[in-house]
């Protein structure tokens, strides 16, 4: 547990586009004071702060000495060394995902931080949207099958790793929540890439109960669609629509019809930070948690290993 009472005070590592929106929920939420934000790229830095209040540190050392919590949303390559430094000064850590670049450093952080007491939740947002639906409801039937399209236009962001650790892994991760376990074989096929970094991307995972996970995920494709259908083994299924927030289901079962109304389903990036704030103040969350992260990261690892995909230049 990082701190028992509020406010907690928190900063940022990485000035980018995602941590402009942590710097955005930290300063609004009542529970936190934002401290400020390190980047490298000082401009960077500075814009973030005008925008957000707080302070535009020099140094990552001076950042993590002022605060109680960070989030870290550097690119991905960098995220162990955040982390770790955070953690190692006794500061809980959120990370947006993916936990970091390799196996080895995400289990490392999840080690350091259980042995230290401290919380690292990743920026698993969707999770967040399925729990509005009621989709981790315990009482639904048994999940047979999944299939999932997260599909994306062009941009410079994430250029650094692969879609599958940039944009399928929303979907890794909900996949496996919902089986409750890693998978047990895993198939996949490379589309369109760069130098062998996939930018196209059909995986096909099975789990040890005999329930199965089809996903594709693009970043070259002409327009954004973010689809996911689940069967039951009762015959009852429900497909999800993210971008519109909507879903059908075959035979009533029992979820909110009125979820994109709830706070959580509206803005979940906000959800995440209100249940990692809560986490580090010792209450109960629903966020991601460490292990679920490197879970997630360790699947798309070995979907692009099955592909031929590189993960990361």
Aim: aromatic share 6%; proline share 3%.
């Amino acid at each position: 547990m990082t701190h028992t009472t509020s406010p907690l005070r928190a900063g940022v590592i990485g000035a980018g586009v995602f941590g402009g929106y942590h710097a955005a929920k930290y300063a609004a939420h009542e529970r936190t004071q934002f401290v400020g934000v390190f980047d490298p790229v000082s401009d960077h830095a500075r814009n973030l702060v005008e925008a957000h209040g707080g302070a535009a540190f020099s140094s990552l050392h001076d950042l993590i000495d002022a605060v109680d919590v960070v989030t870290v949303a550097s690119p991905a390559v960098f995220h162990h060394d955040g982390a770790k430094r955070a953690l190692l000064a006794g500061k809980s850590v959120l990370i947006e995902k993916p936990i970091a670049a390799t196996v080895e450093e995400g289990e490392e952080l999840v080690e350091l931080a259980r042995s230290k007491g401290l919380i690292i939740q990743i920026g698993h947002q969707e999770r967040f949207v399925f729990e509005a639906m009621g989709l981790f409801n315990k009482a639904l039937p048994k999940v047979q099958a999944l299939e999932a399209h997260r599909m994306g236009t062009p941009s410079a962001r994430n250029l650094d790793v692969s879609v599958t650790l940039d944009l399928m892994i929303h979907d890794i991760d909900l996949a496996l929540a919902l089986a409750g376990s890693e998978p047990v074989k895993i198939e996949a096929d490379m589309g369109e890439n760069r130098a062998g970094l996939a930018d196209h991307i059909t995986a096909f995972l099975t789990f040890a109960d005999g329930s199965t996970a089809r996903l594709e995920s693009s970043r070259v494709a002409r327009d954004r669609d973010r689809v996911m259908s689940v069967d039951f083994a009762n015959g009852d299924e429900v497909e999800v629509d993210f971008i519109a927030k909507t879903f059908k289901t075959s035979n009533g079962l029992p979820l909110n019809p009125d979820f994109a109304e709830t706070a959580m389903a509206k803005d979940s990036l906000g959800a995440n930070v209100d249940a990692f704030i809560r986490a580090a103040l010792g209450e109960t969350t629903t966020g991601a948690s460490g292990a679920d992260g490197l879970a997630a990261m360790r699947t798309a690892l070995a979907i692009d290993a099955a592909a031929g995909s590189r993960s990361r230049f």
